[in-house]
């Protein structure tokens, strides 16, 4: 028999809702750790860039010397999940031009395509390999292109909503605001993967 080892997952707590990223981690059995600079990066096993403002978040990760950690570590292979602002600033390419993405998944994302008069809201969707889940939107992002090598693993209205790529998963809805576990959980399988 044998015993999984724990994972250390770290959230990234330059803004955000970093504290129920950690909480839903914590609840499958992971530890968890907030990163704001190069060295808290040590020895993680993953790395959540949770919902928040895209363009804040860029200009603080620059400003923190996390940038360019993040792509390099990204290109070879380390388990990166974003989620809303965290799916923008993985993403190669932006409508908007702004913020620029890290460029580590192969979509095109239309950062504000619901408008400001749908600011947020809830649908059940169909995950593949998960089943139906409630997903919660804020001021959603659309993902508009996935290339060859992105999966997906969800879909509303005619749109991706949870993609994967590789090791990089990315969701424009936020599974840490309700209390099922199982977004987080699919990411930590990819982590043990
Ligand atoms: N649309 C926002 C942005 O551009 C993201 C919203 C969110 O993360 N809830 O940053």
Known sequence: MSVERVLTIGVLALQGDVREHRRALERLGARTREVRKPRDL??????????????????????????DELRERGREGFPIYGTCAGLILLAREILEDRPEGL?????????????????????????????????????????????????????????????QQGRLLASTFHPELTDDPRVHEHFLKLVRA
């Open 42 to 67: 040590e020895g993680l096993d993953g790395l959540v860039l949770p919902g928040g403002e895209s363009t804040t978040i860029a200009r603080l990760l620059h400003e923190s010397g996390l940038w």
């Open 103 to 163: 460029g580590l998944m192969d979509i095109t994302v239309d950062r504000n395509a619901y408008g400001r008069q749908v600011d947020s809201f809830e649908a059940d969707i169909e995950i593949e390999g998960i089943g139906p889940f409630h997903a919660v939107f804020i001021r959603a992002p659309k993902v508009v292109r996935c290339g060859p090598d992105v999966e997906v693993l969800a879909e509303y209205d005619g749109s991706p909503v949870l993609v």
